[in-house]
């Protein structure tokens, strides 16, 4: 739960955020309270034999774009797609590079096969990977959504979250450069389109975050993609905060159109934001209306945050009933997507 004090720093929020959640944003402000869960790779869940049974796709977006850097059309001549979909099978990349984020999370910088390829991933997917130990008797298999961008040249970038009883996160921890990793994909997720939605906000914890900033890229580099953008994220403590600069980066260049609220479980004594568990009172104040028209939510995050914000999903292709709070403050199960 949040702590008093916490929850009556919200309480300006409710005249100021809804005017931008509906038609009319307010001025940039960098940070506000919201939501503390600790999370794991949302992406991480589920078996091998749904992810397998997954149709696979091939797609890429526009490099990334601001006011100053148009973006740049795909060069099909000079570029070649690394991942393919369909009976391509597995594919092993060469580590290139390890770079320690903080305590429990690394940077893994992949090699495409040659400098002029891309990755193939369109947005919203992800790649699955797939390692067997010595001692292993069958293989892990896991997806993870790459954080390079998805027209960037020659190597593919993913930030990896060390979790105690997790084989394939552990693995990827023990790596060395020159090692191989063996990669499958594209796996399509959500698929995305230049203002599909008027608003969307994404609910997310611990590494749930990755296909979230996959979403922001894609809108923030198309400048005819003019959806506002509503981020709700929550980890344990303040350095577990991933990619917190590049989401402070779009908050000051959009400050109409994106908006962050971070929240901790183990805050600091520093720490003016939010703590503790989401509660409906708060998605309230911070979310678009259910009754706005062209809404989104995506929900990314560790099995509690599904339990208590939207409900889990029955397989990777099966979303299941809409229940948690997104249910009980009136949004329907078409405004929903879990990740």
């Known amino acids: 739960m949040f702590a008093r004090s916490a929850y009556r720093s919200v309480q300006p929020l409710k005249s100021t955020v809804r005017h931008y959640t509906d ?24 078996t091998a034999t749904y992810y397998l049974t997954d149709q696979l796709a091939v797609g890429a977006k526009s490099r990334f774009a601001t006011k100053s850097n148009p973006p740049l059309a795909s060069d099909t001549k000079s ?15 060469k580590l290139e590079s390890v770079e320690q984020i903080n305590h429990n999370t690394k940077k893994f910088r992949f ?5 002029e390829s891309v990755s193939g991933l369109h947005v919203a997917s992800a790649l699955l ?3 067997q130990g010595p001692q292993d008797e069958k293989p892990t298999i896991r997806p993870y959504t790459p954080t390079s961008d998805e027209d960037d040249k020659g190597h593919l970038d993913f930030v990896i979250k060390k979790y105690p009883d997790g084989p394939m996160s ?27 939605h008027t608003h969307i906000a994404l609910i997310a914890g611990g590494t749930g975050i990755t296909p979230m900033y996959q979403l922001c890229r894609a809108i923030f580099k198309n400048p005819d993609d003019k959806t506002k953008v509503t981020l709700v994220f929550g ?9 917190k600069r590049e989401f402070e980066n779009l908050e000051n260049e959009y400050p109409q159109r994106f908006r962050a609220f971070y929240t901790l479980d183990k805050p600091s004594d520093s720490w003016t934001q939010g703590t503790g568990h989401i509660t409906q009172e708060l998605l309230k104040t911070v979310l678009p209306e259910p009754k ?13 945050l599904y339990k208590a914000i939207s409900g889990t999903k029955n397989s990777p292709t099966d979303q299941g009933e809409l229940s948690g709070h997104l249910k009980a403050l ?7 997507y879990k990740f």
């Open 23 to 46: 038609q009319r944003p307010a001025r940039s402000r960098p940070n506000y309270t919201l939501y503390g869960l600790v999370g794991v790779a949302c992406l991480g869940g589920g």
């Open 79 to 93: 570029t070649t797609s690394t991942f393919l979909g369909g009976d391509q099978g597995w594919l092993d990349l």
């Open 111 to 115: 090699a495409l096969p040659t400098k």
């Open 129 to 131: 990977t797939k390692y």
């Open 170 to 196: 552990t693995h990827f921890h023990e790596m060395k450069p020159e090692q191989r990793m063996e990669f499958k994909g594209p796996i399509p997720k959500y698929p995305w389109q230049p203002n599909k």
């Open 235 to 243: 980890n344990i403590a303040e350095e577990d905060i991933l990619l």
């Open 292 to 304: 706005s028209e062209n809404i989104k939510l995506f929900v990314c995050g560790p099995p509690g």
């Open 330 to 336: 009136g949004y329907s199960q078409d405004q929903v």
